[in-house]
Each structure stands twice: as structure tokens, then as C-alpha cells.
């Protein structure tokens, strides 16, 4: 396989370090949804990173633009919920 971007590194290594799993009839059986959601987080991760929410007594039109910001907000909660919904929960918490 070729060299990957570091952005595709940090997928692909999230994917592998999943490792849930359970032995079926004595042969590791990875969670392949947990995988698939830890290689989802991130992606989301690389590219709707998590964002402090700016000083808006301080902003002017050119530095914050709140609806930008809570595009970006929805857009990121959106795929971490789909990522919680694979590994088989309901809800996502964020943390700085």
C-alpha cells in the first residue's frame, strides 16, 4: 500500500486500534461497528474539528459568524451521533 496522508493515517490507525471483539466458538470476532465508528470519530476529528465556542462580546463581523459556527456544530454532532449509534449508544458527550 502506498504512504498515506496523515489525515488517512489517523482513520486507518483509529480503525485498527479498535479492537472490541468477542471469541466465537474460539476465533476472535472484531466489532466491526466499533471499528467503523472509531475510523467516523476520526474523520470528524480531521475535519469538523471540535471547536471552542467564540467570544461573541468580542467578535466582529469578520471573526465570528454564528451561523458558521453552528453549521459547524450541527454538522459535527450529526456524525458523532451516527458514530454513537454504531458502537450501540444513544448519546455522544463532548470534551474539550
Known sequence: MTELSPAAQ???DA?????????????WTPNRSAQLAAALEA???EVVP???EPNWG???EMRCDIELYTDHIR??????????ELRGTTTHTETP
Do not use: F, H, M, T
Not at 15 to 21: I, L, R
Not at 75 to 84: D, F, H, V, Y
Open 43 to 45: 474523520v470528524v476529528d
Open 58 to 60: 468580542a467578535c466582529d
Open 15 to 27: 480503525w485498527w486500534n479498535a479492537s472490541d471483539g468477542e471469541y466465537i466458538n474460539g476465533v
Open 10 to 12: 489517523v482513520v486507518i
Open 50 to 52: 471540535y471547536l471552542e
Open 75 to 84: 454538522k459535527r454532532s450529526e456524525l458523532l451521533a451516527i458514530a454513537a
